[in-house]
């Protein structure tokens, strides 16, 4: 098969398009033949890239874990799949991606793709919306009537949140470039805070939570602004400092599949909208990255 692979650490510029084994599946999997792929663009610093579990090298290494594709392979072992079916899902960190024409996964991770999306728009959702859900509602307790400040909320991820927070019957304030304040608003963002104009600690009262997929020092700075017995939640990185009377949370995301399938369903009804920045044909993934490294807005997804 074809597919992008990156043979030893040292940035997006070691990613080739060249011929691969196509996977073969263990108990419990099945094998995908890619549509399209998601990815994030410094997944290639990450150890999972270069070793698996155990610690063993496994390079060359295929990225983008986002998957959305149609089964061909089903294995002992597995539940609710079948040949055939246009599934779509996120692969484990620790072994090959999606940016190939196949893709072995455990079936778990994965769930049934909705009939009125595209396998692009499916490809920008399993990563990113599973990352907001668990994020609000897992990690963060978000309730109907509480207050949600969301940095980069006009961001590929971010925009997620936004809806799936406005949804849930929160009120939700945006950050961001000024450049994304539309976006925000227009996926249910109640207020926009430009960061490039003011400091968003000057313009927010104490929230319930704050949700930060930008990190950096407006991470430290965001635990003065959660209330108590409230949470900071970040997947940027650990918070270095933790609201006073409430709780700081890093997570990585994990698969699920009853969380893809409500993802899905919302989908499936007009009420989550995926913001795509950019489409790549699979032989410009390097291409991809580096646009995205660059600051492109919105997920990118690759085309298989």
């Known amino acids: 098969m074809k597919a992008v692979r990156i043979h030893q650490p040292g940035g997006s510029d070691g990613l080739v398009f060249e011929d691969a084994p196509v996977p073969s599946p263990a108990t419990g999997e099945v094998v995908v033949r890619v549509h399209a792929a998601g990815f994030v ?3 290639l ?3 999972g890239t270069w070793v698996d579990r155990a610690g063993r090298d496994r390079t060359p290494s295929i990225p983008a874990h986002d998957v959305a594709g149609v089964v061909t392979d089903v294995r002992y072992g597995t539940a609710g799949l079948a040949v055939g079916d246009r599934v779509f899902g996120l692969g484990d960190w620790h072994r090959d991606g999606a940016a190939a024409e196949y893709i072995a996964v455990e079936a778990r991770n994965l769930a049934l793709m909705p009939e009125s999306l595209t396998y692009t728009e499916a490809a920008a ?20 009537g509480q207050t ?11 925009a997620l949140a936004v809806q799936l927070a406005r949804q849930a019957g929160a009120q939700v ?3 961001g470039r000024g450049r ?17 104009r003011q400091r968003f600690e000057d313009a927010v009262e104490p929230v319930d939570l704050v949700f930060d997929t930008i990190g950096g020092d407006l991470l430290a700075r965001s635990a003065g602004r959660v ?9 940027t990185a650990p918070p270095p400092v933790e609201p006073e009377g409430g709780r700081a949370v890093f997570f990585i995301v994990e698969p699920n599949r009853d969380q893809l399938a409500e993802l ?7 009420g989550l909208r995926n913001h795509v920045g950019a489409v790549y044909p699979l032989a410009r993934t390097r291409e991809a990255f580096q646009a995205k490294r660059n600051g492109l807005p919105g997920k990118v997804v690759l085309e298989i």
Do not use: N, Y
């Open 41 to 43: 663009p410094d997944e």
């Open 45 to 47: 610093d990450w150890p």
């Open 125 to 144: 959702l399993p990563l990113s919306g599973l990352t907001c859900w668990q994020g609000l509602f897992v990690h963060g307790g978000l309730e109907s």
């Open 148 to 158: 949600v400040v969301v940095h980069g909320g006009g961001g590929g991820t971010g």
């Open 173 to 175: 304030i945006a950050t």
């Open 180 to 196: 994304a304040a539309g976006l925000a608003i227009e996926m249910g963002a109640h207020t926009f805070v430009d960061l490039e």
């Open 227 to 235: 209330k108590p017995g409230g949470a900071l939640v970040s997947i």
């Open 264 to 270: 899905a369903k919302r989908a499936e009804s007009g």
